[in-house]
C-alpha cells in the first residue's frame, strides 16, 4: 500500500487544507483540531500572517547553511533572549536535536570542570526525543526497548521526588538536572511551583545546570511563553528568580515549520565554541521568519491570555461534565495543555474522536486523554471541544465503545 517505514499507527484519514483550529479532510468533512499536531500549530492551520511570511521568503532564499551570516537567525535570538533573560540560542530542526544539544553541553560543561564522566539527573516518564541520547535520557523504557546498549550518564529519579533528587545530586560527577515542567508525553504531569523553586535553589548552590525542556510546554501554551514562567508567577515571584540555566524549545516555535533551539545563560553560556556543535538547516532563513512571525503574532494577538482563558474555560468545563463521572480520575493541566486521566486504558477514544465527532485528540501514558488546541481557539470553539468530548468518554466508560 505504501513504501513509507511502518514507524507509525496512522489513522484513516488525510487533510486537505485548514483554518485556524479546523481541518478538512480530503473527502470536505471538517474536524475540530484540539490536538494543533501535538503541540506545533500554536497559529493553528493557513494564519494568514505566517503564510504571508513564509511565502515571501520563499520568494527570497531558503537557505545558505549557518558558514554565514543568518540575519533573521540572529532576530530571532535576540527576541527568544528578551523574552527569556537567556544569553544566547543555537538553532536546530527539533526538540529532540535541541535536546540532543543540551545533552552535549552539560557533558562539555563538566569536562572543563575536570570531571571525566558526567552524569545528568532525569525524572521518570519524562520525554526528551527519540534519538540515543535523548532517548536515554527518556523514562520511558517501552520506548527505549531494542535500542540497547543506551548512553550512559543519566541518573533517574520520580518526577518531582526532592528527596530523590538531594540524593542524586550527591555524586560529584552530576553536572546538570534535565526535566520538564510539564510532563507531555508523561500525560500532562506538572511539576508543582515549589518544586521548580526548589530545583533552581539546589542546582544554583551545587555548581549544576538547571536544564528545562520545554518542547512542548514553551511558546504560550501555558499561558507564560515558558513553563518555568508559569511556575514563577504561580509562586509570585519575578520570572529571573526560577530562570534555568539550559531551555530548549521547538514545536510550537515555528507553527509547523520545523524549528528547535537551545538557550544557555550564566554559566551555561560560552561553553559552546567554534567546531563544538553544529547543523546544516538549523536556524535557516524559513525558519527563523517562522519563529520570529509565530512570536510577534502571539504577542500582538493577545495569544497568551488566551490561552490561559480558554485553558481555564476547557478545563473547569470537563472538571463539572465528569464530576459524577469516577472512572475520571482528573482533569489536569496548565493554559491549552490539558489532560483528562482515566481509570483505564482509553487509547480507542482516538479513533471514535476522529470518526463520530470528528475531534482530533490524543491519548498519553495509555489513560490520559491529552488535548492541545492551538493557541488561537476562540471561546465558542473551546466550548465546541468539550460538547464533542464528553459524550464519547461518558459511553466508553459506560463500555459502549
Given at each position: 500500500m505504501t513504501h513509507l517505514m511502518n514507524t507509525y499507527a496512522r489513522l484513516p484519514v488525510a487533510f486537505a487544507h485548514g483554518a485556524g483550529v479546523w481541518l478538512t479532510d480530503e473527502a470536505g468533512n471538517r474536524y475540530l483540531d484540539a490536538l494543533a499536531g501535538i503541540a506545533v500549530s500554536t497559529l493553528g492551520h493557513a494564519h494568514p500572517r505566517l503564510a504571508e511570511a513564509i511565502c515571501a521568503q520563499a520568494k527570497k532564499v531558503l537557505h545558505t547553511s549557518n558558514l554565514y551570516r543568518i540575519p533573521a537567525q540572529e532576530a530571532l535570538a535576540e527576541r527568544l533572549c528578551a523574552l527569556s533573560a537567556m544569553e544566547e540560542v543555537f538553532f536546530a530542526n527539533s526538540g529532540a536535536e535541541a535536546n540532543e544539544g543540551a545533552i552535549k553541553l552539560a557533558r562539555l560543561y563538566g569536562h572543563r570542570r575536570g570531571i571525566a564522566r558526567p552524569k545528568i539527573v532525569v525524572m521518570e516518564q519524562?520525554?526528551?526525543?527519540?534519538?540515543?541520547?535523548?532517548l536515554s535520557a527518556t523514562g520511558n523504557v517501552k520506548a527505549q526497548q531494542g535500542f540497547e546498549p543506551l548512553v550512559e550518564g543519566f541518573v533517574r529519579v520520580p518526577f518531582g521526588d526532592l528527596t530523590a533528587l538531594t540524593a542524586a545530586l550527591a555524586d560529584s560527577d552530576v553536572v546538570a538536572v534535565l526535566f520538564e515542567v510539564i510532563q507531555g508525553e508523561g500525560g500532562i504531569r506538572l511539576?508543582?511551583?515549589?518544586?521548580?523553586?526548589?530545583?533552581r535553589e539546589i542546582t544554583a548552590a551545587r555548581g549544576v545546570l538547571m536544564m528545562c525542556d520545554e518542547v512542548q510546554c514553551g511558546v504560550g501554551r501555558t499561558g507564560h511563553w515558558f513553563g518555568w514562567q508559569w511556575a514563577a508567577a504561580a509562586l509570585g515571584v519575578a520570572p529571573e528568580a526560577l530562570a534555568p540555566d539550559v531551555m530548549t524549545l521547538a514545536k510550537g516555535l515555528g507553527s509547523g515549520v520545523p524549528l528547535g533551539a537551545l538557550l544557555a545563560r550564566g554559566?551555561?553560556?560560552?561553553v559552546f565554541g567554534p567546531g563544538n556543535h553544529g547543523s546544516t538547516f538549523g536556524g535557516n532563513p524559513l525558519a527563523c521568519v517562522a519563529g520570529l512571525t509565530t512570536l510577534a503574532v502571539i504577542e500582538e494577538e493577545g495569544l497568551l491570555a488566551n490561552a490561559a482563558a480558554?485553558?481555564?474555560?476547557?478545563?473547569?468545563?470537563l472538571q463539572q461534565a465528569f464530576a459524577d463521572l469516577p472512572a475520571v480520575q482528573e482533569v489536569r493541566g496548565e493554559g491549552l495543555m490539558i489532560g483528562v486521566v482515566l481509570d483505564r486504558p482509553c487509547g480507542a477514544l482516538v479513533r471514535t474522536a476522529l470518526e463520530e465527532a470528528r475531534l482530533l485528540i490524543n491519548v498519553t501514558a495509555e489513560r490520559v486523554i491529552r488535548l492541545l488546541p492551538p493557541l488561537v481557539i476562540s471561546e465558542a470553539e473551546t466550548e465546541e471541544i468539550a460538547a464533542r468530548l464528553v459524550p464519547l468518554v461518558r459511553r466508553f466508560v459506560r463500555g459502549e465503545e
Open positions: 519524562a520525554f526528551h526525543g527519540r534519538t540515543l541520547a535523548a511539576a508543582a511551583p515549589e518544586v521548580v523553586r526548589a530545583i554559566p551555561a553560556a560560552g480558554r485553558g481555564a474555560q476547557l478545563k473547569n468545563a
